[in-house]
């Protein structure tokens, strides 16, 4: 069984920056590609971002060139830095792990304040 925590959240004022952590349990990690995604009051979940286990990213127009994902395996932990943040980011972030099965965070609260 994989557990996802993740770590980070917070109030952040426009035009600032927050770093989001996803620490994993388990050993498969180095496998998998890691996604973060978010969810913000009355809307669906969305992609925020993808790193495959070989290092490949892809980010939604959305947040390209403001948030960077990025990993370390021995770690077994997922980041994303997120910078020139809007109040449109404020959501609730979530971890997921990719594969047959998926594994998902609880979650992180991030409030970007105009």
């Known amino acids: 069984q994989v557990q996802l925590v993740e770590s980070g959240g917070g109030l952040v004022q426009a035009g600032g920056s927050l770093r989001l952590s996803c620490a994993a349990s388990?050993?498969?990690?180095?496998?998998?590609?890691m996604g973060w995604y978010r969810q913000a009051p009355g809307k669906q979940r969305e992609l925020v971002a993808l790193?495959?286990?070989?290092?490949?990213?892809n980010y939604p127009d959305s947040v390209k060139g403001r948030f960077t994902i990025s990993r370390d395996n021995a770690k077994r932990t997922v980041y994303l830095q997120m910078n020139s943040m809007r109040p449109e980011d404020t959501a609730v972030y979530y971890c997921k792990m990719g594969g047959y099965t998926e594994y998902w965070g609880k979650g992180t609260l991030v409030t970007v304040s105009s």
């Open positions: 790193i495959t286990s070989t290092g490949s990213t």
């Open positions: 388990g050993s498969i990690f180095s496998t998998k590609t």
